[in-house]
């Protein structure tokens, strides 16, 4: 198995590729790791730290050939490999691709996967290691470039069905969670590699005006969890920029020079006109990049949960605009929709006649996924068994 994975700079790749390795060996897959960008710079020992892109761009392609023709001898001897590089790269020579397709075609990869996280995060980290020549929207446009990038090259090399985005984020600090030690996001990528029998999902539920203390919130939360256990889920809530969208225009509206905002790793300030600058690319981004998401899985599970009842009336579903199109895009792709459906009131036409099954509640659901064979059941000992 070879993976290719990218993403753009800011994103601490080799650490994260660092824990995939270390779960597939411990899964029974030793699986190697090749940084193109770490061998690049071990081979240019002149070149400081954070600097190789200001290199001439002839200098910087040769070295990169010579790189990769020692990283295909060494993939050739080894079995399960992951090599981290970039599609593209944009600094000051402007935009410009980052492999060579005849070494690409001779790697011959099984899979090409573009990391992906939210960009404040990104952001961060670029301050994090000293990158100050950059704006918000700079890191929009290089994210959007790497996805389509990365995606013409597992098309042109090896076709349709090769080709994944995967959101890097663990919890708020898109690291493994503390107390479990548990990297969900790593722990997807190796299933990608190693269990093809696993069915991929996309999670579809409402994300936005829930609060997080209440009922639904923890409802949601529970359905993703569970979810999880028996599939490949493609997440939309591993990506969460929407939130920049409010911090914007209140800080807009009380005239705020700066936004402040925690990405977990470290709190960063953040001038409110950058953050208004790309609110046009966040829901932009979102909108394409959750079809996408959907188009890359096998189906799409949706939870339509109940508002609690109020003074003005009973138990109202919270179903939101973008589940509805996420289930009728799926549907239009020829994907099975399933939609677990908990609100005392029956759903619409719209949501029935997309859907392949409707359920009352996700142990019902659980229950027929398991019974009509979608869950693959491993034998002991076996990965994620």
Known sequence: MRVVVTGQVGMDKKAFLQRVAAIAGRAGHPTGLLNVGERMYAEAPDVPDGRILDLPLSRLNALRRSVFKDLLREAADAGDVLVNTHATFRWRHGLFYAFDYDLMKA?????????????DRVHARLLRDGHT?????????????EILATELLSQIVRGHGRFYILARGTGPAGAPDEATGSDPAAETLVRLMFCPQMKKAYLSYPMSH????SETFARVERFRSEMKRYFVCFDPGDLEEKPLTARALAAAEAGHKFVTVDTGEREVRIETSELLAILSDIDGQIYARDFKLIDQADMIISLVPERPAGPSGGARPVLAS???RELQHAHEAAKDVFVIWTPPVP???????????????APEAVEFFLAKGYVHQPSPGSLFA
């Not at 790697?107 to 960009?119: F, G, R, S």
């Not at 829930?210 to 203390?213: D, I, Q, R, V, W």
Request: avoid cysteine.
């Open 210 to 213: 829930l609060a997080p203390a």
């Open 322 to 324: 973008g589940v509805e």
């Open 107 to 119: 790697l011959d990869a099984d899979l090409y996967v573009v990391l992906v996280d939210d960009i």
């Open 133 to 145: 020549d950059h704006t918000l929207k700079d890191l929009m446009v290089w994210r959007e470039e």
């Open 347 to 361: 759903p619409s036409p719209f949501v029935t006649e997309t859907a392949t099954k409707v359920f009352r509640t």
